[in-house]
């Protein structure tokens, strides 16, 4: 079954560390990849997506995300994190055949200590 | 402004009272979707259309109706609602990447919180 997988639903850096969010899909057709963030109170906003083309891929607010086929993932990650990277984060994917569903990982929430 | 419209924002019911939530978007977009947010569950598809008239199930679609009359339009019906509906709806919207092709980026609403008593 085509799903997504977002290893850790709490995740704390230190203001200016690195932020590692994981996910992994799965998929028998090319997929369509997207981080949103949610910030507390609010919808969901896109922060980056993968369909074609270049696999790294540069978002707002200084994201990135590299689409890695043989390992099935598109972490998303940021050098420096900020305080206002104080969010909830969501892994999507749709695809490019057999169904037209969208599909979002469980989330996870990152907290950034001072 | 492009944007997605839901109402009502906040809306408390009891069981089996039949309840509908409006959805309008302003960007002619093709793709239109109902999901639901619980914690620990992230958000999970509702229903989905892909046209007018072109409605299908997403992953959790029980105690739910849609209609899509309208390209603009696309409302949620609760028929008979549970406590177990009690949650938070979003709805979005999206272009194709190409015609008859997949979506594209989701545009979501700002939200109804639902408690059902």
């Known amino acids: 079954a085509q799903s997504v997988t977002q290893l850790g639903s709490h995740v704390s850096v230190s203001e200016g560390a690195l932020v590692l969010l994981r996910c992994n899909y799965s998929?028998?057709?090319?997929?369509?990849l997207f981080w949103y963030v949610q910030y507390p109170n609010q919808g969901l906003q896109l922060l980056l997506k993968?369909?074609?083309?270049?696999?790294l891929v540069k978002g707002i607010n200084g994201f990135e995300a590299e689409f890695k086929k043989s390992e099935t993932s598109f972490h998303l990650t940021k050098p420096s994190a900020h305080m206002s990277d104080a969010a909830e984060y969501f892994c999507?994917?749709?695809?490019?055949?057999?169904?037209?569903?969208?599909?979002f990982g469980t989330g996870t929430r990152l907290k950034v200590l001072a | 402004e492009a944007q997605v419209t839901q109402n009502p924002r906040y809306l408390i019911t009891v069981t089996g009272k039949k309840l509908t939530v409006t959805c309008s978007q302003n960007?002619?977009?093709?793709?239109m979707s109902w999901y639901r947010q619980d914690p620990g569950l992230g958000l999970r598809q509702i229903y989905y259309?892909?046209?007018?008239?072109?409605?299908d199930k997403g992953d959790v679609p029980e105690g739910y109706k849609v209609s899509r009359k309208e390209k603009r339009n696309f409302p949620l019906i609760l028929e008979s609602p549970s406590p177990n509906q009690t949650s938070l709806y979003f709805c979005?919207?999206?272009?194709?990447?190409?015609?008859?092709?997949?979506?594209?980026?989701?545009?979501f609403g700002p939200g109804t919180r639902l408690t059902v008593l």
């Open positions: 999507a994917v749709t695809y490019t055949s057999g169904t037209y569903k969208y599909i």
């Open positions: 998929s028998s057709v090319p997929p369509y």
């Open positions: 993968y369909t074609t083309g270049a696999t």
């Open positions: 259309s892909m046209n007018v008239e072109v409605t």
């Open positions: 960007m002619n977009h093709e793709y």
């Open positions: 979005a919207s999206s272009p194709l990447v190409v015609a008859g092709g997949p979506t594209d980026t989701q545009y």
